[in-house]
């Protein structure tokens, strides 16, 4: 018989993974984006918010609207 594998889930912002879209998420991202560390693939998928392809500034604004109280992410 076939093995069926799912996805995981990814929800958009949340790139530490545990649940939560906080200002843990925004460390993350700007410690991704100056370099000092590395995101493996979901965490890429997670901080993509723009749906652009790319992770940059415009991800980490996106976030830092979130966290600040502004409905821009969906869920």
Known sequence: SEKITSEPIIK???INGDNKVDNMDLIFLCQFLIKDISFDELQVKASDLTGDGMIDVA?????KQ??????VLSK
């Open 66 to 71: 979130h966290i600040m109280g502004d409905s």
């Open 12 to 14: 958009k912002g949340d």
């Open 59 to 63: 991800d980490c604004a996106i976030l």
